[in-house]
């Protein structure tokens, strides 16, 4: 059965510290990984990775996909409150459905 | 429209009445997806559809849940005698083409349903 670990539950950080986020996979036909940024309603897309290696980044946001170890990093520098959330996961493997991590939640205080 | 939009944002309704909740896909986008997101659960999937058509209906818990698609845009997602163990938030998402393009899919803001 296709299923997403993600790691930590949850988080609670300061102003200025930097994060890393874990997730690990086992997707059957595995095409790619999406990281979603969910505050109060929409998950908000941020990254789809494909190929292992390569890191992508948005601001102080970056993400890498390990596809020989199956798990995928969501790195967060300098952090703000803003960046309070849930951060989903998600494989998506050859078929038309994501499979959804249960989100580590972050909490940023001032 | 600029994103995807649902209605109702929130629903509360009494056990055994049917609901009706829509969706309206970003203009162009061709694939639409239901799921449905629990306390403390990930997002579970219900449907796809690819246009008109739903090729896979898999994640539908039961035969009280059904979904249309009209004219390549809309979709509504029908839950028939409620049941408690229906409430949650439904998200419906969109990508610009089918599944198989592996395209990311986005989301809109939910219809969060209560059933009392």
């Known amino acids: 059965e296709d299923k997403v670990v993600q790691s930590p539950l949850s988080l609670v950080v300061h102003e200025g510290d930097t994060v890393t986020l874990n997730c690990s996979y086992e997707?059957?036909?595995?095409?790619?990984l999406l990281w979603y940024k969910q505050e109060k309603k929409a998950p908000t897309f941020l990254f789809m990775l494909t190929s292992s290696g390569i890191e992508k980044k948005s601001g102080r946001l970056s993400s890498i996909l390990d596809k020989k170890e199956l798990f995928s990093i969501l790195n967060i520098t300098a952090t703000q409150t803003g960046d309070s959330a849930v951060y989903l996961c998600?494989?998506?493997?050859?078929?038309?459905?994501?499979?959804f991590g249960t989100g580590t939640r972050l909490q940023v205080f001032p | 429209g600029a994103g995807v939009s649902q209605s109702p944002s929130n629903k509360v309704t009494e056990k055994g009445k049917d609901v009706e909740l829509r969706c309206d896909p970003i203009s162009g986008h061709t694939a639409l997806y239901w799921y449905r997101q629990s306390l403390g659960q990930g997002l579970e999937f219900l449907i796809y559809f690819q246009g008109n058509s739903a090729p896979d209906k898999s994640g539908l818990p039961s035969d009280r849940f059904s979904a249309e698609r009209t004219g390549g845009s809309v979709s509504t997602l029908t839950i028939q005698r409620t049941q408690q163990e229906d409430s949650a938030v439904y998200l419906c998402a969109s990508s610009s083409q089918g599944a198989q393009f592996n395209q990311p899919q986005h989301f809109g803001d939910g219809t969060r349903l209560s059933i009392l």
């Open positions: 998600a494989g998506y493997p050859n078929t038309d459905k994501l499979i």
């Open positions: 997707v059957t036909n595995f095409r790619s």
